[in-house]
């Protein structure tokens, strides 16, 4: 059975930093791309950053460069996202889901299949 399961979420003052993870289960993570994304409360969804299948191509949303980085661990089925110096616009509902290899990178969410359910992120003092 299909799975992306993220964790890491939590409360983080301004200029903190969490890491997430979106666990794989179900397939074969090295045959995705595998994207982060996030919804804050009222509005769209929001491609943050997205990892070629090998972990050798990113791609970020403008936001985010240079405090973000996206990694994978295909052995352990695992994606992360290292947050750091977030900023109160940064908290929202994270997300991850999965796009084929055989496609482009992508911030957009409608080229991807299969989502998480979510981790809430929040940035506040």
């Known amino acids: 059975q299909l799975q992306l399961v993220e964790a890491g979420g939590g409360l983080v003052q301004p200029g903190g930093s969490l890491r997430l993870s979106c666990a794989a289960s179900?397939?074969?993570?090295?045959?995705?791309?595998i994207g982060w994304f996030r919804q804050a409360p009222g509005k769209e969804r929001e491609g943050v950053s997205c990892s070629s299948s090998s972990g050798i191509n990113t791609i970020y949303a403008d936001s985010v460069k240079g405090r973000f980085t996206i990694s994978r661990d295909n052995a352990k089925n695992t994606v992360y996202l290292q947050m750091n110096s977030l900023k109160p616009e940064d908290a929202a509902v994270y997300y991850c889901?999965?796009?084929?290899?055989?496609?482009?990178?992508?911030?957009?969410?409608?080229?991807?299949?299969?989502w998480g359910r979510g981790t809430q992120v929040t940035v506040s003092s």
């Open positions: 889901a999965r796009r084929w290899r055989g496609n482009a990178l992508s911030l957009k969410s409608n080229n991807f299949t299969d």
């Open positions: 179900g397939f074969t993570l090295d045959s995705y791309h």
